[in-house]
């Protein structure tokens, strides 16, 4: 296995003409985590790096053009990177091990995805799926404070619970018969469970009073719940605990509702009622739908909607990233 190793490193280039500018080579075999990377930098300056983690584990020499029946192949990767949308999409189906907390959740086709990274309430609130719906800052929200995912120095919003929301119109809808599949995340901080009706998020789908909704009222436990016109479908969580904040998921199947919190499944149960098909719904973060009341007082952080169901799997990963607490 030496003998291979140092096969490898005679294969690559020594010295270089001074008239080279800047160059890269990476080289990366997925399952053996090895990566070859030779840069010059400046006329006639060679450097060389390499690193060989696994070759000493008597596995097979990576040269000898086998996938080890992983399915992965090498690839050659030149030029910058792409965007965080592809990169995600990318990687996913290469692991998610270098993934960023944003790559994870683009990999999973938000159709909308609010960072709430922003600095200034004057301006939209930057939508990062492909849907690109800006949304508008209600009241006095407060920029800029500590977001959730670890190592990311991404910021949230803090809410006030009196005038405060993130606001958008035209919304994609889950209104019809049978009842579509949708999925709602986001990452909260509660500070005050006074107030009746703290709405982390929500949607409206057609009424004043028929929509889907993540919420706390009048104590630390969250909810989740589908209100329609047929009446009012809810499922109840267990109370949150500590002073940091918690991640939070609800989905529907079209048969069945299901509350996460922190990547674990909560509560669940049927629910089979219908929303009125409607465009241009509304979508709200920090209050109802229509923002002008149910508000929550906090922080909120990192918010998603999805046109499909997110599995477990998924949903811990989102979790577990987030927290910084695992490398898949």
């Not at 990274?117 to 690109?132: F, L, N, Q, V």
């Not at 929200?141 to 006030?160: E, K, L, N, Q």
């Not at 018969?177 to 005050?192: R, V």
């Not at 909810?223 to 809810?234: A, K, L, Q, S």
Request: aromatic residues 8%; proline residues 7%; glycine residues 12%.
């Amino acid at each position: 296995m030496r003998e291979r190793a140092s096969k490898k490193r005679a294969d690559l280039p020594t010295s270089c003409e001074p008239w080279c500018t800047l160059w890269r080579v990476t080289l990366r075999r997925a399952r053996r985590g090895v990566v070859l990377s030779f840069a010059l930098l400046g006329a006639g300056a060679c450097s060389l790096t390499t690193s060989l983690d696994g070759l000493s584990n008597g596995r097979d020499d990576p040269s000898d053009g086998s996938s080890g029946g992983d399915g992965a192949s090498d690839a050659l990767v030149t030029g910058d990177r792409s965007s965080p949308a592809t990169d995600g999409a990318d990687a996913a189906t290469d692991g998610d091990a270098a993934l960023s907390y944003p790559a994870v959740v683009l990999a999973d086709a938000p159709v909308l995805y609010y960072r709430l990274g922003e600095t200034d309430i004057t301006k939209p609130a930057h939508d990062s799926s492909k849907t690109d719906l800006a949304a508008t800052f209600k009241g006095s929200v407060i920029c800029g404070v500590p977001g959730a995912i670890a190592g990311d120095p991404d910021t949230a919003c803090r809410f006030d619970g009196t005038s405060t929301a993130v606001f958008a119109t035209g919304a994609p809808t889950f209104g019809g018969a049978p009842p579509p599949s949708y999925s709602l995340e986001g990452w909260a901080h509660p500070t005050d469970f006074a107030g009746p009706g703290g709405h982390v998020m929500a949607g409206l789908e057609h009424e004043s009073n028929d929509g889907f909704s993540i919420f706390f009222y009048l104590d630390p436990k969250p909810r989740f719940e589908r209100e329609t016109p047929m009446g009012t479908d809810g499922i109840v969580g267990l109370a949150i605990a500590g002073t940091t904040y918690v991640h939070l998921v609800g989905t529907f199947d079209g048969t069945l509702q299901r509350l996460y919190v922190d990547g674990v499944l909560q509560a669940q149960a049927a629910s089979a009622k219908t929303f009125p098909g409607n465009d241009g719904v509304p979508f709200s973060i920090g209050a109802n739908s229509n923002a002008d009341t149910n508000r929550f007082v906090g922080d909120i952080d990192e918010v998603a909607l999805y046109d499909h169901v997110l599995t477990p799997e998924r949903i811990k990963l989102h979790h577990d990233v987030g927290r910084g607490v695992v490398t898949p």
